[in-house]
């Protein structure tokens, strides 16, 4: 029973491209977070929305965008990719009640 | 959130019982203990949470000791699909408040 699921896998862009990292959840949660996750510095979130059209910066917001102009799907923008920003990036959702935060399978993105 | 301190690494032979100790010393009182896992490759999984008593699931038990200052994850018999990185989190159930991942304690469980 899948809950959150991220467009891609895996993703090769070249630098400067612009990327967009899909995410969408099937269990109607207002919230929703974008984290990325790099060796020896652990899982860092980036943006979060808790709800349509709302958004939130995190830690490390620099170089990235989002949107959420529909309840079930979140979106991660890479306005101009760089190689920094090659990383895996996970979505993630909580139920509302119990905080359980429900993550996708990740998205591993490598800037050249 | 409180900040959380782990083990960088533990070991646990296969079948054994593999105890994951936390500490939240400047845990509030309305904050909850998350327990998730991450295995290589893969999104972090939720295993377990409570607030002061003992908690037990298909996955692990919780023990959180009477001052809430500490926590230990129990699997009671590990096997090496176990191993992976635990992450302890300790939050408020606040739907706005997202999770603060540190660390966590990387477990391989031996055969």
């Known amino acids: 029973d899948v809950k959150v699921t991220q467009s891609s896998r895996y993703l090769v862009k070249r630098t400067g491209e612009k990327v967009f990292l899909e995410c969408v959840q099937d269990m109607d949660h207002e919230n929703m977070f974008w984290y990325r996750q790099d060796p020896g510095l652990g899982l860092r979130l980036i943006y979060f929305s808790y709800d349509v059209k709302m958004k939130e910066k995190g830690d490390i917001p620099e170089g990235y965008s989002v949107s959420r102009e529909k309840k079930e799907r979140f979106s991660l923008i890479l306005e101009s990719a760089s190689t920094n920003q090659t990383s895996m990036y996970l979505c993630?959702?909580?139920?509302?009640?119990?905080?359980?935060?429900?993550f996708g399978e990740g998205s591993r993105l490598t800037v050249l | 959130d409180a900040k959380t301190t782990q083990p960088t690494s533990m070991d646990c032979a296969e079948g054994r019982a593999a105890n994951l100790p936390c500490n939240h010393s400047t845990i509030s009182g309305n904050e909850y203990v998350y327990w998730y896992r991450q295995i290589h490759s893969q999104g972090p999984q939720y295993i377990i949470h409570?607030?002061?008593n003992n908690e037990t699931n298909e996955m692990a038990s919780l023990i959180i000791t009477e001052d809430r200052k500490s926590s230990t994850l129990i699997l009671p018999h590990a096997t090496l699909r176990d191993t992976a990185v635990y992450y302890c989190?300790?939050?408020?159930?606040?739907?706005?408040?997202?999770?603060?991942f540190g660390k966590g304690t990387r477990l391989s469980v031996i055969a």
């Open positions: 993630a959702s909580p139920a509302t009640n119990t905080g359980e935060l429900f």
């Open positions: 989190i300790v939050r408020v159930v606040d739907r706005n408040t997202p999770l603060v």
């Open positions: 409570g607030l002061k």
